[in-house]
């Protein structure tokens, strides 16, 4: 079992910066890679983000050049820093954490709005 606890959201203008948090607990040594995921209103979920355990990482080309996903292992817990925020950024963001097994586990979800 992994719990995930998100913070971070909220609502920003156009151009600023915003940074989410993912805190992981449980079996965190089980945890292949965490990755961010948005759903904006009557869009599917798709991938914002993610890193492997072994640091490699993946961003989808909307974002790419503006978030990245830095993390503190000493924590355990995984960011998404997000700049040069566009309207179309606007959802509730989930962060992911896929196990070594392929089970996967979400956050609650946190929201992010940007407008002005």
């Known amino acids: 079992q992994v719990q995930l606890v998100e913070s971070g959201g909220g609502l920003v203008q156009p151009g600023g910066s915003l940074r989410l948090s993912c805190a992981a607990s449980?079996?965190?040594?089980?945890?292949?890679?965490m990755g961010w995921y948005r759903q904006a209103p009557g869009k599917q979920r798709e991938l914002v983000a993610v890193i492997t355990r072994g640091g490699s990482t993946n961003y989808a080309d909307s974002v790419k050049g503006r978030f990245t996903i830095p993390r503190d292992n000493a924590k355990n817990t995984v960011y998404l820093q997000m700049n040069s925020l566009k309207s179309e950024d606007t959802g509730v963001y989930y962060c992911?954490?896929?196990?070594?097994?392929?089970?996967?586990?979400w956050g609650q979800g946190t929201q992010v709005t940007v407008s002005s």
């Open positions: 992911n954490a896929r196990l070594y097994d392929e089970r996967t586990y």
């Open positions: 449980g079996s965190i040594f089980s945890i292949s890679a």
